[in-house]
């Protein structure tokens, strides 16, 4: 099986490539950068084919996948800077990226016969509430631009292609690239007092995890929709930095103890408005996972436990 992986300069990119290697399958990398541009860590991401593709040039696209010809197409590749997506010179760009080149991938994997994953976001829905949300529900109401573009890509998947699986993820970390932990492990060191919103509700998600999940997908054709967040109970964004903190306390850095460093739980309201409006519920139901015969994530905890275990902090 020849897996092409766009988005390998990026957090899940990079942990997809390293999990088709571990299994043996033929991965081609793409990004719009002219050589791979992750992070050097050893793994068979530095080493194995890479491409450059833009995947806002219609031509771009469809240059490399005919010349790769893969059996499946796994679309990381995105605009996620949610604030930056909000300004008005920025717009055109985001939407080129998350809906036009997703809508390029789709069109040739549809010509191609090639399997797609995208990987879309809860910011299709509204965030209001505090049901979970099914990967089949179809009440959306995107809150924000990246949302909204999101949306587009998912209908340009799903309006080519029978052969996809699209899959919301929430809250995302991993090793190559910026993240929620990565920020509250820096500002800790320098402040003694943090503020935390306390009423987003949701689950992290572990890259690496996810990564060997999407490749158990593609090895089927239990195609549709999938929500796909670590396990572990549903949580603030305060409730995360709490527990980031007495992790990284109980591995030695005293630093991020409770004597030096206080976080405060606020309202989102009280911590202030930013550019881009952020749903309060971020809850996705995953039972459809299992329902399918996928083994879930493991629980966000044992998750970060691993992660603050790989990065030097």
Same mark, same amino acid.
């Given at each position: 099986?020849k ?14 490539? #390293?999990e ?6 033929? +991965?081609?990398?793409?990004? =719009?950068?002219? %050589? ?40 990381? $590749? ?5 604030? #930056?997506? %909000? ?6 760009i ?5 809906? +036009?080149?997703?809508?390029? =991938?789709?069109?040739m ?13 809860d ?17 959306? $109401?995107?809150?924000?631009?990246? +949302?909204?573009?999101?949306?587009? +890509? ?10 996809y699986f699209?899959v ?14 990565k ?17 987003? =509700?949701?689950?992290?998600?572990y ?17 549709g ?17 709490? %527990? ?7 591995l ?15 309202t989102? %309201? ?32 044992? $998750? ?6 790989? =990065?030097?902090?």
């Amino acid at each position: 099986m020849k897996v092409l992986v766009t988005g390998v300069g990026g957090q899940l990119g990079h942990d997809v490539m #390293n999990e088709l290697a571990q299994r043996g399958y033929e +991965g081609v990398g793409s990004d =719009i950068k002219e %050589e791979y541009s992750g992070i050097q860590d050893g793994t068979p991401v530095t080493t194995m084919p890479y491409v450059p593709m833009d995947i806002t040039d219609a031509a771009s696209v469809e240059k490399v996948m005919r010349e790769v010809n893969p059996d499946v197409m796994v679309h990381c $590749a995105a605009w996620t800077a949610v604030d #930056n997506a %909000e300004d008005e010179d920025k717009q055109a760009i985001v939407h080129a990226i998350n809906a +036009g080149g997703t809508e390029n =991938i789709a069109k040739m994997c549809k010509e191609l016969n090639c399997k797609m994953v995208y990987i879309s976001t809860d910011y299709v829905f509204d965030g209001q509430g505090t049901e979970p949300w099914e990967p089949d529900c179809k009440d959306y $109401a995107p809150l924000n631009v990246y +949302g909204q573009t999101k949306l587009d +890509g998912e209908l340009a998947v799903s309006g080519n292609l029978d052969k996809y699986f699209i899959v919301r993820i929430a809250w995302v970390f991993g090793k190559n690239g910026k993240n929620f932990i990565k920020t509250m492990l820096n500002v800790g060191k320098t402040h003694d007092k943090l503020t935390v919103v306390n009423d987003q =509700i949701g689950t992290p998600t572990y890259t690496f995890d996810l990564a060997r999940l999407l490749v158990d997908m593609i090895e089927t054709e239990k195609y549709g929709y999938y929500h796909a967040t670590n396990e572990g109970g549903y949580i603030s964004w305060y409730d995360f930095t709490k %527990e980031i903190f007495r992790q990284a306390v109980a591995l030695g850095h005293e630093e991020y103890s409770e004597d030096r460093l206080s976080v405060a739980p606020v309202t989102t %309201e009280e911590y202030g408005v930013s550019k881009a409006a952020r749903p309060f519920n971020s809850r996705l139901d995953k039972s459809k996972l299992v329902e399918n015969g996928f083994e879930p994530l493991p629980t966000w905890q044992d $998750a970060l436990s691993r992660y603050l275990k790989e =990065i030097e902090f």
